[in-house]
């Protein structure tokens, strides 16, 4: 018998109550031992573990009464509440049989000022029983990670998700089977304090678009010497969905190392992120730190407010943004407006999303989408590449977004 067993149940064994003895916990067998334990990792606060162990039962009769199985166990995170003992199967021969009426589970007692519990057991006969118990266990939780390889180009890249296994729940597991509710079943030895880190898929080929986004609300002034500048941040954007080589489950919350291929055989790394759960047909951003050569400034032209009637009025915003790519290839750049944050700095708290209207004037060259909702508009726009010669002047491009904002009071 294992010795990490005896933490998690230092008694599991078959009691018998004798018609002329005091009614009081008896062992006679030693712990069976596991015959199979699965951990099933699709809860981030508690785990479910059931095993199965073969337990030998005696008949029941007046004189002898019901059989009883102790179950205890000491500095584990068991939920007392959770554990579940169920009859599966009687062993005939080398097999097992069903177990039908032949047993069934009379009661369950709680022991006062113990972590024990205590189920009696009817048996028609004697037998050896196979049974399962499960329960929920807090401290052993998994974790999930990713290392994302984009190819020199930057078109493709190859994700590599990992589960992480971490067990200081004071129990020892032995060899158990590990599922996280999707992707494949492992096989591992668990020990007690053990970190396992397992493949749960390996993704080729998906897709992605480099994003460059500039956020005033979000990020603010650049610094002092340029006042109405402000960051412009890389992303990697891909979808999680089959035809981007993706789309068999969510992609959980955790932390991806980001790498490119250097063109010389080898690997450059790029950063490091931490991603959102990105459901199927979701969306997951990579970030990948400022773009140095990329430079837009936002300005306000024109504020003027409307009155409607007492105390309700319009605001009529007119922003102009100056824009410059020093980059060698043509980019998007995708700028994000908080029309919230807007209304709440130039004219009143919207109380809820704002209602906002574009003006004729507004800048052709925007393609303008709310996938963000309403109140965040995306303003995308297509800027060339800087000039082939070294020594031609970057041309600042200049696009107006003219908005009124309604009802505010």
């Known amino acids: 018998m294992r010795h990490g067993l005896r933490t998690l149940a230092a008694l599991l064994a078959l009691l018998v109550v004798g018609s002329g003895t005091a009614r009081a ?74 177990v039908g009426d032949a047993v069934r589970v009379i009661n369950v007692a709680y022991p006062p000022g113990e972590n024990a519990l205590v189920w009696e057991v009817y048996s028609k006969e004697a037998c050896a029983l196979k049974v399962r118990v499960s329960y929920l266990i807090k401290n052993l939780t998994r974790t999930f990670s990713y290392r994302a390889l984009a190819n020199r180009a930057e078109t493709h890249l190859t994700l590599r998700n990992f589960i992480v296994l971490s ?47 500039f956020d005033w609300y979000r990020f603010g002034q650049l610094n002092p010497d340029k006042p109405h500048a402000s960051k412009v941040l890389m992303h990697y954007q891909l979808k999680n969905h089959a035809k981007g080589g993706l789309g068999r489950f969510p992609l959980q919350p955790g932390k991806v190392r980001i790498f490119i291929e250097d063109g010389h055989g080898g690997e450059a790394f790029l950063g ?36 409607v009637q007492g105390n309700l009025f319009h605001q009529e915003i007119r922003i102009k943004y100056e824009i410059e790519n020093f980059k060698k290839d043509a980019v998007t750049l995708d700028i994000v407006e908080q029309v919230n944050r807007l209304a709440r700095q130039y004219g009143a708290d919207p109380h809820g999303d704002a209602e906002w209207v574009l ?8 393609k303008i989408t709310t996938e963000r909702g309403g109140a965040l508009p995306m303003l995308s726009v297509q800027l060339p590449p800087r000039p082939k010669d070294k020594d031609a002047k970057v041309e600042k491009r200049a696009f107006i977004f003219h908005l009124t904002i309604r009802n505010l009071w």
């Open 25 to 98: 916990r008896i062992k006679l067998t030693a712990l069976p031992e596991r015959e199979r334990v699965e951990i099933q990792l699709d809860n981030g606060n508690y785990t479910l573990v059931e095993e199965e162990r073969i337990v030998p039962l005696l008949p029941s009769n007046d004189e002898r009464g019901n059989n009883r199985i102790d179950f205890s166990w000491s500095n584990t995170g068991i939920d007392k509440s959770s554990i579940q003992f169920r009859p599966i199967a009687i062993r005939q021969g080398n097999g097992f049989r069903p």
């Open 167 to 213: 067990n200081y729940s004071g129990e020892d597991f032995g060899v158990a089977g590990l599922y996280a509710g999707f992707g494949p079943r492992f096989t591992r030895e668990i020990g007690q304090q053990e970190e396992i880190k397992l493949l749960l898929d390996r993704f080729t080929g998906v897709p992605i678009t480099k994003t460059f986004t």
């Open 272 to 307: 490091e992120d931490r991603t959102f759960l990105t459901p199927i047909d979701g969306k997951m951003r990579l970030y990948l730190g400022e773009a140095r050569d990329i430079v837009c400034t936002r300005t306000i032209e024109d504020n003027k407010r409307h009155p």
């Open 359 to 366: 003006h004729d004037d507004t800048s052709k060259e925007l």
